[in-house]
């Protein structure tokens, strides 16, 4: 077999030289881009270890937060056994209806600090003005000397808890005795 034997210009030689030199800057290249998506890729996959890290953490924390959240009140609440167990014993050792209202108005004040420190307030009803937003109209009271409106008993007593009210009172309400009803029962009678 004979070689052939190929004469190049020496312009194509030179431009070969440049396409070799600029095709090894783009593999240099290239391997520097492998390097850095290596890397990326490591960080991406250990971001995503540690993003699934905390979320079975926060999983975790939130479980126990359900668990024992309230414990804090429960501590809060032993006080209240500790003295229905003392009032019993008072009742015991003297049995008088003075013993027992004693105890019985000591376990509300208590009670009432209770509420008080948790944002919990009761909504002060007898003798105010009807408020829509604050209590729950149940009944109404016909009385002449009394302006409309006024909150003459409270049924159930209301509660604000912080800003909110959780629980309207149940209250009955002042009407005056109209002129018109007066009449309709004297006629009625008749």
């Known amino acids: 077999m004979k070689k052939k034997i190929f004469f190049v ?8 030289r440049e396409i070799a030199k600029k095709f090894k800057e783009i593999v240099k290249e290239k391997e520097k881009l ?5 890397e990326l890729n490591d960080k991406y996959l250990r971001t995503l270890a540690e993003f699934d890290n905390y979320r079975k953490r926060i999983e975790k924390e939130k479980m126990d937060l359900i668990k024992y959240g309230n414990e804090n009140l429960i501590l809060q609440l032993i006080p209240f ?5 003392n009032v019993i014993k008072m009742i015991e050792q003297n049995p008088s209806p003075e013993v027992i209202k004693k105890g019985l108005e000591l376990l509300k004040k208590e009670f009432e600090k209770f509420l008080e420190s948790h ?3 009761r909504i002060k009803a007898k003798g ?8 729950e109209a149940v009944g ?3 009385m002449d000397g009394i302006e409309d409106g006024i909150i003459l008993e409270e049924d159930k007593s209301g509660y604000i808890y912080k800003d ?12 005056s ?14």
Not at 9 to 16: I, M, Q, T
Not at 177 to 190: A, H, L, M
């Open 9 to 16: 210009k020496e312009d194509d030689l030179k431009n070969l």
């Open 34 to 38: 492998d390097k850095k998506i290596e």
């Open 81 to 85: 056994d500790e003295i229905f167990e």
């Open 119 to 121: 944002g919990v307030k």
């Open 128 to 135: 105010e003005k009807f408020n829509p937003n604050l209590h």
């Open 140 to 142: 109404v009271i016909e």
């Open 164 to 175: 909110k009210v959780i629980r309207p009172s149940m209250v009955r309400v002042a009407k």
């Open 177 to 190: 005795k109209s002129k018109d009803n007066v009449e309709d029962k004297s006629t009625s009678k008749n």
